[in-house]
């Protein structure tokens, strides 16, 4: 079977589901509107090529048997281009590409287009993928992009990039507003519960999150 085989269908609508956090067969099967029994046949198939793996189980409720719930086993990209002069896929293992090279794809598929520049410059003009721990995207209209940024130098960061102007090619500005903490000023914002950080935990879209800070910050705390 082509590895992208698996990731058509069916499978595709479990793995989009995984996406989104860990699952039983049972309650994939309610989501996806196919049967228990194909679900688990097809789990069993994702498993063996490594796409997905067992959680721990969790037991129910009710008495019966622990639900098996199934997580994302590997972050990956198929891509494919064709044109004059080049035709060619590239499976691309984010976990194994540099820090620049999981930011340009994250934005890729997490931003409208039109939104791609601004950020991709704000990223080249300063340091900040090398000085953030966490750089997620909250949300944007016509004028603004607002990030959330974690990192030891809060400071720094928050004097340098907390409201920067960018000039797109088409000579139109956004700016870029950044909202930047260190893990322990969210965490105990979280413990607060506080909307403002319990807000911007639940609405990041990661775009760099070189220790896992979002997810870790939303299992503990939301």
């Known amino acids: 079977m082509e590895f992208e085989d698996l990731l058509t269908k069916s499978k595709w609508s479990i793995l989009k589901e995984l996406a989104k956090g860990e699952k039983s067969a049972v309650e994939i099967a309610k989501k996806t509107n196919q049967s228990i029994a194909n679900v688990t046949q097809q789990l069993q198939l994702l498993e063996a090529y490594n796409l997905v793996k067992k959680a721990k189980q969790v037991k129910e409720k009710k008495a019966g048997k622990p639900r098996t719930p199934y997580v994302l086993s590997q972050e990956i990209v198929l891509a494919s281009m064709l044109k004059p002069g080049v035709a060619d896929k590239k499976l691309l293992k984010l976990k194994e590409l540099d ?124």
């Open 99 to 222: 820090e620049c090279h999981r930011f340009l794809l994250n934005i890729f598929f997490i931003l409208n287009p039109e939104d791609h520049y601004y950020l991709i410059k704000f990223a080249c003009i300063t340091d900040i993928i090398k000085k953030a721990d966490t750089i997620a995207y909250l949300n944007s209209d016509d004028k603004e992009i607002e990030i959330m940024i974690i990192t030891e130098h809060t400071c720094e960061v928050r004097e340098k990039y907390s409201n920067m102007n960018i000039t797109g090619l088409d000579g139109k500005t956004k700016k870029i507003i950044s909202w930047t903490h260190n893990k322990k000023e969210i965490e105990e914002g979280l413990e607060r519960k506080e909307d403002y950080f319990i807000n911007l935990v639940k609405n990041s879209r990661e775009l760099i999150d070189k220790k896992d800070n979002i997810k870790e910050l939303r299992q503990a705390n939301l």
